[in-house]
């Protein structure tokens, strides 16, 4: 089992609530940038599937544009997260503006 003290013998402090609330701020952020990206390039997705036209013979129906729409959304919500993606961006760009 591992131990919870430090090796000078002494338990480890917690970080300051200061630190702890701006790590919180930073995260909550983060989340929001995130978010936010994730529905802009769920639209994205939405405007460029309805330039295709849809199949006549093979059409799969309601189930199929269920399937695409959930697929869509869970594709910009891995497109958001990614490094170097519209959310990091936003998030550097607004992180100077939460220091106060």
């Not at 952020?29 to 939405?46: I, N, R």
């Amino acid at each position: 089992m591992p131990t919870i003290i430090g090796s000078g013998g002494q338990l480890p402090t917690p970080p300051p609530a200061a630190a702890w609330q701006e790590g919180q701020k930073d995260r909550g952020l983060k989340e929001a940038c995130e978010e936010f990206a994730g529905v802009f390039w769920e639209q994205v997705l939405k405007s460029m599937r309805r330039m295709v036209p849809e199949e006549g013979l093979l059409g799969g129906g309601s189930g199929e544009k269920l399937f695409r729409d959930l697929l869509d959304a869970e594709y910009a919500r891995k497109v958001a997260q990614a490094e170097g993606s519209l959310a990091e961006l936003l998030y550097r760009q607004l992180k100077p503006l939460t220091k106060t």
